[in-house]
Each structure stands twice: as C-alpha cells, then as structure tokens.
C-alpha cells in the first residue's frame, strides 16, 4: 500500500514530482493556488491538449533547478459538476499514470473549494490507495509497485492535525476494502466455507474482533434449515461466521448487525446455471467478504459502537447429498419454505442468520448480497438496489451513498408483491416467478427481519466489474469491495450522533 504523508508546505516549491488538480475548463483552470515560479510554465503547457477532463493526466519535466523535477496536471472535470468522486477519480488516474512512469513519491495541495478539506484529503487518500489494488497472488511474475508516497501539502499545523486524521481513517477504511476485494477474488477452490471462515479469523485477529464459526451440528441444533440445505451437495460444509466488536467499554450497547451472503460458488446447485459466465459465480461471496472488510475497519478505527456480523458461508453445487426443488425446509425463526428453484440460494442462508440477528435486538439490521439478476435488469450496473421497512435508516444510508459514491437506488417493497411468495405446502415459495424478481426476492427476506428497522442491499450489478461497468480508476477489474466504504460511512455517522 502506497504510503501517505502530511506536512505544512507550499505546492510547487517542494522537490520531486508535484501534482496539480484542474477545471475542465477553455483554458484549463488551475484548481489551487500557484507560486509564480510554477504558473507560468504550468499555463504554457496546460490548455495545448489538456483539457482538464475527468481522470485525464499529463506528466512532464520541468527542467527547473529548484523545485518540482516533474508535474503532473490532473483533470477534475468541470467545477460545476465535482463530487468528492472526482478526487478520487482524478488522483486514483495520478496514482496510475505516476506508478507507470516508475515515479516513486509525490506531492499535492489540498483543494480549498466546494467540499471540506478532511473530505477531499479522505477522497485522495481512498482514490490512490484503491486505483493500486490488485489481485495478482495467482501470477508468478507479480507487479512492481512503484509509487511508494504521497505526501499531502497543507498551510498550516491546525490543518495538519485535521487532515492527518482523515488520512488515517481513509487508510483503515482502504484496509476493509482491500481484505472485501481480495476475499471476493479467491477462487473457489481455494475459498470455501472452511476456509472463507479460517481468513475471517485472521483478519479478526489482527484488527481486533472476535470471531465465532458455527459448524454444520451445530447449525442443525440451531435450526439453520437454510443453510445446512443449501450447504449440503458439497463436501465442503457450510459454516455461519459471527464477527463481534464491542468498542463501548462494555456498556450495554444494542448492535449494529451487519449480514452478508457467501456463497463461495453458486452454481445453481440442482436448478443448474448456464456455463456461460458461471465462472462469476466466485463473486456471489461479495455481500460476506463486504462485512468482514466493514468489521476489519470499525475495529482498526475503534469506533465507540457495537457491530455484529453475521456471514452464512455455503458452496451451492448439486450432488447425490443436494437439497432439491419440491424439498421443504424449516428456518430458525420457525417459517417453512418450498424450494421451487436451488439458484435462489441467498435468500435462504440469509433467512437463518436474519432471524438470528433479530435475536441480538439490534439497532439496525443491514445486509449486503448479490442476490439476482433481476437486480441487474433493473438498475443495472451502477446503483446497488436498496429495499427497507424503515425510511428513516434508508435515508441515512442514501446520504453515506451520496458520499462515498456508492450508488443506491430504492425500489419499493409493497405488501402486494408478498402474494408472488405463497405456497400450496408451506409458508413460502422460494421464487416469485419473473416480474419484479429483486423485490420479490427482498420480499422474501423481510419475512426474517420482524419490526427491526432493516435495510436490504442488492449488490449484484456492483460487487464486480462487469461490461457495462462504468471505468472508474480506484475500480480495477474483479471485486470492487462495494458495501465497504458505504457502511462504514453510515456508522461512522451513528458513532458521532452519540457524543
Ligand atoms: N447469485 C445469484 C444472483 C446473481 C446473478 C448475482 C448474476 C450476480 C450476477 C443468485 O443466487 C441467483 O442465482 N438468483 C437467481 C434467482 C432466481 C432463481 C429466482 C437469479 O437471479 O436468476
Ligand atoms: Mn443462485
Ligand atoms: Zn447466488
């Protein structure tokens, strides 16, 4: 990880290799102040090609005798249109460009305009920490990593003391993002409910939480019907993870519970995929690889909260020992489901460990799943869909989703829609047939949630890159950690409203 640095300076009269943000504009408007000695030359080469758009970035030398060796101009896009994503965008393009160019540290000014300045540096620091990531522990030739620091230039030393802060919290919250993206890479093979169970109590070792892995007996004592069905037509059994932080001094806090959906593969099971793009599958693990990397931050940032997660880890594959379509099974809140397809896995597992966070009487239940595809169809791939029984909680989750960039759009869970889930044999049916598939799908779940106020994530569309994915620099190929960033902001917020 790239190494961050903040100390009092003025841009353009450091030594190495100095980057400065601009408006798209005709010509390109600086978007900080310049010393003289760099402007001239600066507003000679800005406005010849570069434009100031979006992620756009041109590097040259400056053949000065003090000063800057090279510049780098960075493009925000056009003022009026600039989102804290821009810096991370902009400088995530930086990060890229300057690695290429075997360009070992720079440095920056902190834009003063439109957002805060604890903000932009957050953004900075998440937008050249997450354009570095990659998952290349399966190459045997690995990348160089050669942008090695960053350091940020502030006036003076109170703004040093803030944004020092907000460096730090950005590099804890680009830590859970790293360990999200790298659990949701890992093949199967080598990722299964054993296993996905075994890093999450690495990662809870290191950060500072606690890790509980229910095995198969007990998850039958339990009356974990969901899980141990789907979890059985592989030899790999399933496991339900529980991470606890307690950062109150052991007040007696109710929670904050997080749920995820791992799925270490879904191959459908019995109701088989296609081949095509089944290889994907690897990713349906996202929603649980999300709350490890939320627990992993809270805890690296002592907030004064009580977070549960609740992780069902299943592999879905068919097999003489598979649950089938017709099978009938009982969930732990007592609710009874017939299987009409084994692809709709996830809300099966979530079923269980739903009805099990209800059981710590929790604050706010928030899940996370790559649940359908019909989640696609309707948004497709840039918004995550967001269902609730609460509209106060979905607003602030809207808000943390303003943010950081994470995209959310609400779709409405009316009580009709419930009626595509009845049975003949029992209370429901695992599919609602084609219309509104996210919504029955997220019907289903609210079966689970009792009057907890709960809000429901379908992460299909945004918890990998896929076609139509829109190219963003701090996105590389793969998993991108989504729900991460999202629900660290959303409790980060809850952590300050209550001091
Ligand atoms: N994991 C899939 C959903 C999915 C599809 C995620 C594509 C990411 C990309 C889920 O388990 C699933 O198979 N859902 C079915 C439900 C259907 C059988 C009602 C679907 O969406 O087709
Ligand atoms: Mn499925
Ligand atoms: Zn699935």
Redesign the pocket.
Known sequence: MVEFKVKVGKIGLEEGVCIIPFYEHDPPRPAIELPESIDKLVSKVAGRGFKGKLEEVYIFPTFLDKGPEKIALVGLGERNGLELDSFRRAYGRAAIRLDESIIESANSALVKDVFNIEDIAQSIVEGVSLSMYRFDRYKSENRKENLKTVTLLVEDNTLLDRVEKSVETAEKICRGVYTARDLTNMPSIDCYPEKFAEMVYDVGRRAGFNVTVFKIDELKEMGMGGIVAVGDGSIHKPVLVMLEYDGTGGRDDRPYVIVG?A?TF?S?GI?I?PSE?ME??K??KAGGAAVVGILESIALLRLPIRVVGLIPCVE?LPSGTAFRPGDIIRFRNGRTAEI??T????RLILADALSYAVEHKPKAIIDLA???????IALGTHASGLFTNNQELAEKIKKSAEKTGEKVWQLPLWKQYKEQLKSDVADLK???GRPA?AI??AAFLSEFVDNIPWVHLDI??T??T?ETTEQKSYIPKGATGVGVRLIIDYLIEEAHQRH
Request: one cysteine or more.
């Open positions: 959906k799925v879904d459908g109701s995929k793009k994907e599958m990713y349906d879905n009409i397809s692809d709709a896995e996830g790559t649940l359908t595809g019909a989640c696609i695992n599919v609602g598939g029955t799908a299909a569309g918890a990998y896929q």
